[in-house]
């Protein structure tokens, strides 16, 4: 998800258009974490400086895209949605939501959200679905969260009158406070019928040396450059849960949760500093 104002991403102008490889973007930036090849230099100069700060930055993004997989892989096959809106894509990779979903139910249905104009050049290959079910993409920010909930491509999609997998990995903390962020979780949660689900993780700086947390914290409140992250609390990412019933094990880092079947031993708590979680709507 970019920093730029909900709205301004749409229109005519093509995709390829708007990708400015001298600027790092958090799209490409996690993708190259991730070992991937869709990034440029100024992103992989940006990750590296990260990682100057934070060595295991590309642990915690490989732990967060296996969370985000053992959400859909739970919500499909053990609370049964069938339908899945994800928001804050990214750059398509191996095992995407619709995958997963798809293996275990061909009949899924997943809508993506993103704005980052290097997502939309990889549309076509977010958009190839089993036969049985259907994948849509929409271009639109999170912050505005009307835009995504009366897009004719998700009305189409998706039936917002059964549960639906909202899925919100690692973008909410490209949110400021001051664009109220637990203000449009709840506007979303409130479009889904109950039996829905909310996926979400979200960075920390609870585990990070104090002088590193500030730095973060101090460029967060600077507004700073592209894709500044907004690390939060324990207690401020339980905020985005209220009233809903959290399924087992709870909040807890993103490789602790339901990681039985991963390769162990698992990576710390503070090797990954990221909060991860599932909740059902009653």
């Given at each position: 998800m970019t920093t730029e104002a909900p709205g301004t991403t749409t229109g005519s102008v093509h995709p390829s258009d708007r990708i400015d490889t001298s600027v790092a973007h958090p799209a490409r930036r996690y993708n190259y974490w991730l070992g991937g090849k869709d990034n440029f230099q100024a992103d992989r100069e940006s990750g590296d400086a990260i990682s100057a700060r934070f060595p295991t930055i590309r642990t915690s993004a490989l732990e967060n895209r296996r969370f985000l997989q053992r959400a859909v892989r739970h919500l499909t096959r053990e609370a049964g949605i069938r339908q899945f809106l994800d928001i804050g894509t990214g750059i398509p990779t191996a095992d995407n939501t619709h995958e997963v979903a798809q293996r275990l139910a061909p009949e899924s249905r997943v809508v993506y959200v993103d704005n980052d104009p290097i997502v939309l050049a990889h549309a076509r290959a977010l958009l190839s679905s089993s036969p049985e079910g259907a994948t849509a993409y929409i271009d639109a920010d999170l912050r505005d969260p009307e835009k995504i909930l009366d897009h004719p491509d998700l009305l189409r999609t998706i039936d917002l009158s059964q549960p639906v997998g909202l899925m919100l990995v690692a973008i909410l903390?490209?949110?400021?406070?001051?664009?109220?962020?637990?203000?449009?979780?709840?506007?979303?949660?409130?479009?889904?019928?109950?039996?829905?689900?909310?996926?979400?993780?979200?960075?920390?700086?609870?585990?990070?040396?104090?002088?590193?947390?500030?730095?973060?914290?101090?460029?967060?409140?600077?507004?700073?450059?592209?894709?500044?992250?907004?690390?939060?609390?324990?207690?401020?990412?339980?905020?985005?849960?209220?009233?809903?019933?959290?399924?087992?094990p709870g909040l807890c880092s993103v490789a602790e949760w339901r990681a039985e079947g991963e390769p162990q031993p698992r990576p710390t708590a503070a090797e990954v500093s990221m909060y991860g979680g599932v909740a059902r709507k009653p």
């Open positions: 903390h490209f949110v400021p406070d001051a664009d109220d962020p637990y203000t449009v979780v709840r506007r979303l949660l409130a479009a889904l019928p109950p039996g829905s689900y909310l996926a979400a993780s979200h960075a920390t700086h609870e585990y990070l040396p104090p002088d590193v947390a500030e730095e973060a914290r101090a460029a967060a409140r600077g507004g700073g450059p592209h894709g500044v992250i907004n690390l939060r609390t324990l207690d401020e990412f339980t905020g985005f849960f209220e009233g809903l019933e959290l399924v087992e």
